[in-house]
């Protein structure tokens, strides 16, 4: 979609266009003066969830192929799996970005000077 003309706004190709010209800028970035990992947060939980899905689902569908007993078991299981699953993909994405948050507000922070800690006799 081209821009639209009454509110200025970029289309969705746009969008997208620029979010992958600014990624593959952080990516060949050098300096690495600005961090790639906290862009790629919201992809990588995406993927982790649809693993979680993937594998609660074939998790729950090869039960019930080895019997009635252990599809049973797989059924009550496989949702409990995929929920344990994700709270761990969401907290590990969460301290990767408050490791980047530490990070990037240590940058930030005033630099003192050394002090002397052995004054001249």
């Given at each position: 979609?081209?821009?639209?003309?009454v509110t200025?706004?970029?289309?969705?190709?746009?969008?997208?266009w620029?979010?992958?010209r600014?990624?593959?800028?952080?990516?060949?970035?050098f300096?690495?003066?600005?961090f790639?990992?906290?862009?790629?947060?919201?992809?990588?939980?995406?993927?982790?969830?649809?693993?979680a899905?993937?594998?609660?689902?074939?998790?729950?569908?090869?039960g019930?192929r080895q019997?009635v007993?252990?599809?049973l078991f797989?059924?009550?299981?496989g949702?409990?799996?995929?929920?344990?699953?994700?709270?761990?993909?969401r907290?590990l994405?969460?301290?990767?970005?408050a490791?980047?948050r530490?990070a990037e507000?240590?940058?930030?922070?005033?630099?003192k000077?050394?002090s002397?800690?052995?004054?001249?006799?």
């Amino acid at each position: 979609m081209p821009a639209d003309p009454v509110t200025k706004r970029p289309g969705l190709s746009g969008i997208i266009w620029g979010e992958t010209r600014a990624l593959f800028a952080l990516l060949f970035d050098f300096s690495f003066k600005r961090f790639l990992t906290p862009k790629l947060v919201r992809v990588l939980y995406s993927l982790s969830l649809l693993a979680a899905v993937l594998s609660a689902l074939t998790w729950m569908g090869s039960g019930f192929r080895q019997g009635v007993m252990q599809g049973l078991f797989t059924l009550v299981t496989g949702p409990v799996a995929f929920f344990i699953y994700v709270l761990i993909a969401r907290v590990l994405m969460e301290v990767v970005l408050a490791i980047f948050r530490i990070a990037e507000r240590m940058e930030n922070l005033p630099q003192k000077p050394p002090s002397d800690s052995n004054p001249p006799l």
